[in-house]
């Protein structure tokens, strides 16, 4: 950072350039609008982050990110607790819900297995989802992990850790997006697509 920049932006700068998909010039842009911002403005921008620290902890059932364990989701009596969704992330727990459609708990897994990127299967909350399912009152389990290689091995290598356990498991509908074109779509996608058909 150069010298004619005070040391508190400089600061300032180099903390949020750390942000995921920030880079030096955003992080500029972001600290000079935190700097004209009002002070209450920054107050409650400070605030707010040190509350994600400190106030929000993980549900000791499901490990999505909460602010009481049980979470709301796994604490409610109108969800289907027979019913459990498996995402790789909390953010995937919030594309499912705001569906509308969904209506039982979930498994937060906290990624996915990735050797490349050392990830093994005892890094995810693996282990926890089979005592969760081995405890018993599970019917369903709804492999949600993203459509791409590493998902694909995490669902497979799920699958094959629960073994004859009796819960029915199931993998999230792949295919054609709506509004797409057919002639637009690659090979993979539609043979997904072909094997996800269903009677209208």
Known sequence: MTQALARPLAK???????LPGVG??????????ILRASMSDADALATAIRSV???????????????????????????DHALVCVVEEPLDVLAIERTGQYKGVYHVLHGAISPLNGVRPDDLKIAPL??????????????????????????????????????????LARGLPMGGDLEYADEVTVSRALEGRRAL
Do not use: H, W
């Open 12 to 18: 300032l700068i180099d903390e949020l350039s750390k």
């Open 24 to 33: 030096p010039k955003t992080a500029q842009r972001l600290a000079y609008y």
């Open 53 to 79: 620290k400190t106030d929000l902890l993980y549900c000791s059932t499901c490990f999505n990110i909460a602010e009481t364990d049980p979470c709301a989701v796994c604490g409610a009596d109108d969800r």
């Open 130 to 171: 089979v005592s969760r399912i081995k405890k018993g009152g599970i019917s369903e389990l709804i492999l949600a992990t993203n459509p791409n290689l590493e998902g694909e091995a995490t669902a497979m290598y799920i699958a094959q850790a629960l073994g004859n356990d009796g819960v029915r498991v199931t993998r």
